[in-house]
């Protein structure tokens, strides 16, 4: 297939360079369009109030590369509109990812600048994913601490799920019907196994309070990431946070075309 790649994390994360590495192995044509920098938490936001840069970049990768210093709804909607050729073969679809961390639960899912990457793609008509690797809270202090690398057990699990998703997800891609208006989401557990099993989800029901701490003395709020509060989701179906406790991957279809039934 011929894919259009992009993340929230930035063009410099180590778990993206894994899941095109893995793409591009597994021989599918690949464009990559990342956000110059971190775009964490940004959901499916545009840039309406400032131009946006893209620039050519260059990581190595064989394949053309972009940044753009945007989000990542920006980056597949700049990509689609101005950045492929016009005489190239088509887009058949957006792969987002990996992020770093699991993007699981409603209180998590709407706020994913990786799904709202995936959910840009699907507004142009194409058949997307969003993947994420759990990771845990102190591996995001150690990657934060060594300059965005991972610990060598964290790494190898992320070239596991980067392995799995190349072989798994554009196969399913493929037989996403066009205009589905839908995502698959794709979470993948710490560590993963190559056995772990791929299950159907549901996303859970958590409450996400208090994000921001108190002002201090300028009236200044900042962000204080929380994992949430207590799950409210009933036993069955499965969730997702569930599935990943289990070492499975959580595989949930995010059918926008069905909000309001």
């Not at 899941?19 to 840039?47: D, F, M, R, Y």
């Not at 400032?50 to 980056?75: K, Q």
């Not at 989800?201 to 994000?211: C, E, G």
């Amino acid at each position: 297939m011929h894919l259009l790649v992009t993340n929230d994390d930035g063009l410099d994360a180590v778990f993206l360079h894994e899941l095109v590495h893995a793409l591009l192995a597994a021989n599918h044509a690949l464009t990559v369009v990342a956000p110059l920098g971190e775009q964490s938490w940004i959901g499916a936001a545009k840039s309406r109030h400032r131009p946006v840069r893209s620039a050519r970049a260059e990581c190595g990768f064989g394949c053309p590369t972009w940044s753009v210093d945007g989000t990542p709804s920006d980056c597949v909607n700049i990509a689609l509109a101005h950045l492929l050729p016009a005489e190239g073969p088509a887009i058949e679809g957006v792969v987002s990812g990996i992020n770093i961390g699991r993007n699981t639960s409603l209180a998590f899912i709407p706020a994913s600048g990786t799904i709202g990457g995936a959910w840009e793609g699907a507004l142009h008509g194409l058949a997307s994913a969003a993947i994420s690797q759990e990771v845990a809270l102190e591996d995001f202090e150690y990657i934060r601490a060594h300059n965005g690398r991972p610990r060598a057990e964290l790494l190898a699990s992320v070239q596991m799920s980067a392995r799995h998703a190349a072989a798994f997800i554009p196969e399913l891609l493929a037989r996403t019907a066009p205009r589905a208006f839908t995502v698959h989401n794709f979470n993948y557990p710490f560590p993963c196994r190559p056995d772990a099993p791929v299950v159907r989800t549901v996303p859970a029901r958590r409450l996400l309070p208090r994000l921001f701490g108190a002002p201090d003395e300028a009236g200044l709020h900042r962000f204080a990431y929380n994992r949430g509060g207590k799950e409210l989701s009933p036993s069955l179906p499965l969730t997702d946070n569930a599935a990943l406790a289990t070492g499975a991957i959580s595989h949930t279809v995010l059918d926008y075309a069905r909000l309001g039934h």
